[in-house]
């Protein structure tokens, strides 16, 4: 009896491990055919396989050993940067999902993960190049605003544009979540104009009652990159991790100048000491594709004196004279 108690306590012992590593795995099968079945493979392999090291580095609670076999340096720089503010790890042990042509590679979207510091799960975007090599992961818009958006492009060219441009603002988010300021130093022009709105009360009335309620109004106050980049190193050196959040994303191309597009969404911004909701406006420059820049970035509360910014009172590409 002694003995057949010691085998099943062995059985179970050497088992342990294997149940272990199977909680740690997260396998990825791609849904849609692809140009090549070796390809697909591939894809397949290797997000799996980075997928499955960022799981075991989260709960073993060590930064991730992440080879150059699937993911480049680049790649990895950014994954690790993600890292260092909020460890997390994919909810799903197994995913079938489809694999998107963009205008650079290839994409997965919808890979669920938890984010320790931000207590929220959220979707990744993983890129991988014509080899099936990650070369980008930041964090996702909602399924059904990227297609939204993708959806509604006049042509070719716009719909290769509206792409690039949904790239562009998910790296911008995930810019903030991971502190990168080299990646905001590079895309915000050596001119950029920052316009930044703030709620203040004004005291209406004789009253001294009526005075202390007062009214609320936006004043405006600007800055250059310079100023707006050592402010926000300050707020990257006081907080552990910034969360962001963008919703109602609308782009827009200039009547005028084909390679300028307006892109606006309301932004949730939230860290342990703050946090606020308003709508964002970027105005983008495509002259160089490969190096999108911004000459303009505007913050609006999202309310004030008790009501919704009205549409109209939002910046748009209209609200600023382009001087070629």
């Given at each position: 009896?002694?003995?057949?108690?010691?085998?099943?306590?062995?059985?179970?012992?050497?088992?342990?491990?294997l149940?272990?590593?199977?909680?740690?795995?997260?396998?990825?099968?791609i849904e849609?055919?692809?140009?090549?079945?070796?390809?697909?493979?591939n894809?397949?392999?290797?997000?799996?396989?980075?997928?499955?090291?960022?799981?075991?580095?989260y709960s073993?609670?060590?930064?991730?050993?992440?080879?150059?076999?699937?993911?480049t340096?680049?790649a990895?720089s950014?994954?690790l940067?993600?890292?260092?503010?909020?460890?997390?790890?994919?909810?799903?042990?197994?995913?079938?999902?489809?694999c998107?042509?963009?205008?650079?590679?290839f994409?997965v979207?919808?890979?669920?993960?938890?984010?320790?510091?931000?207590?929220?799960?959220?979707d990744?975007?993983?890129?991988?190049?014509?080899?099936?090599?990650i070369?980008?992961?930041?964090?996702?818009?909602?399924?059904?605003?990227?297609?939204?958006?993708i959806?509604?492009?006049?042509?070719v060219?716009?719909l290769?544009?509206?792409?690039?441009?949904?790239?562009f603002v998910?790296?911008?988010?995930?810019?903030y979540?991971r502190?990168?300021?080299?990646?905001?130093?590079?895309?915000y022009?050596?001119?950029?104009?920052?316009i930044?709105?703030?709620?203040?009360?004004?005291?209406?009335?004789?009253?001294?009652?009526?005075k202390?309620?007062?009214?609320?109004k936006?004043?405006?106050?600007?800055?250059?990159?310079?100023?707006y980049l050592?402010?926000?190193a300050?707020?990257?050196?006081?907080?552990?991790?910034?969360?962001?959040?963008?919703?109602?994303i609308?782009?827009?191309?200039?009547?005028?100048?084909?390679?300028?597009?307006?892109?606006s969404?309301?932004?949730d911004?939230?860290?342990?000491?703050?946090?606020?909701?308003?709508?964002?406006?970027?105005?983008?420059?495509?002259?160089?594709?490969?190096?999108?820049i911004?000459?303009?970035?505007?913050?609006?509360?999202?309310?004030?004196?008790?009501?919704?910014?009205p549409?109209?009172?939002?910046?748009?590409?209209?609200?600023?004279?382009?001087?070629?």
């Open positions: 009896m002694k003995l057949l108690c010691l085998k099943r306590f062995l059985v179970i012992f050497l088992l342990l491990p149940w272990s590593f199977a909680q740690h795995t997260t396998t990825l099968e849609n055919q692809l140009d090549s079945e070796v390809l697909k493979n894809i397949q392999k290797n997000i799996s396989e980075f997928l499955s090291e960022i799981n075991l580095a073993e609670t060590k930064a991730p050993k992440l080879s150059s076999k699937y993911i340096s680049e990895k950014s994954v940067a993600m890292w260092e503010t909020s460890p997390f790890y994919c909810v799903e042990s197994w995913m079938m999902e489809k998107l042509n963009t205008a650079t590679g994409q979207r919808n890979i669920p993960m938890f984010m320790k510091e931000a207590n929220d799960q959220m990744l975007v993983i890129g991988v190049n014509s080899s099936g090599i070369d980008d992961v930041h964090i996702a818009i909602a399924m059904q605003q990227y297609m939204t958006v959806e509604s492009n006049k042509s060219t716009d290769h544009r509206r792409q690039v441009i949904l790239d998910e790296n911008f988010r995930t810019a979540n502190k990168d300021l080299p990646f905001l130093q590079q895309i022009s050596d001119d950029a104009l920052i930044t709105g703030k709620v203040v009360k004004q005291q209406t009335g004789s009253d001294q009652v009526f202390s309620l007062g009214e609320e936006v004043i405006y106050q600007t800055q250059t990159k310079k100023q050592t402010n926000l300050r707020v990257f050196n006081n907080n552990q991790y910034i969360n962001l959040n963008f919703e109602e609308e782009i827009t191309q200039h009547p005028k100048w084909d390679e300028i597009y307006g892109t969404f309301k932004q911004w939230n860290t342990s000491n703050y946090s606020d909701t308003g709508y964002v406006f970027l105005m983008i420059d495509f002259k160089d594709e490969n190096n999108p911004i000459h303009v970035r505007t913050w609006q509360p999202e309310k004030y004196n008790g009501r919704a910014l549409a109209e009172e939002r910046f748009d590409l209209g609200s600023f004279d382009i001087i070629n």
